[in-house]
């Protein structure tokens, strides 16, 4: 299990609770898959993410916050490598990315449109 395979942020984010939450696929992660190098720093990493939770589920999860998160994971955890800094920096990024059903119906939407002001095959 790598970053990617963790949910990302969007309004069915969950932090804590549930089979499908933040919290249990990083203890997965870090115990079975990719990630076995951040399981000391998983309770630095998991106050962050609950900290930041609202954010994060409306999107809002911006390089103000994960900066601010970063900071509270450097403040609490212990001995990070250079590696571990750059695969947590990269969680909180896969975090900020917002997964919504809404923006998915807009991009749609705004394809169709621009399929039917495209007249260019009428002019040939």
Excluded at 18 to 25: H, L, R
Excluded at 73 to 84: C, F, H, M, R
Aim: charged share 35%; aromatic share 8%; no cysteine.
């Amino acid at each position: 299990m790598k970053i990617k395979d963790l949910p990302s942020g969007g309004a069915n984010f969950r932090a804590s609770v549930g089979s499908g939450s933040f919290a249990k696929k990083l203890s997965f992660a870090t115990k079975f898959g990719g990630l076995q190098n951040l399981a000391t720093n998983k309770k630095a990493i998991m106050s962050a993410v609950k900290h930041y939770e609202q954010a994060i589920k409306k999107g809002k999860f911006d390089n103000y916050s994960q900066r601010e998160a970063w900071k509270m994971v450097k403040a609490k955890s212990v001995d990070l490598s250079k590696n571990e800094e750059k695969e947590i920096k990269s969680l909180f990024k896969h975090l900020s990315k917002f997964d919504s059903d809404e923006s998915k119906k807009t991009a749609s939407l705004k394809a169709k449109k621009d399929i039917v002001k495209d007249r260019g095959f009428l002019e040939e």
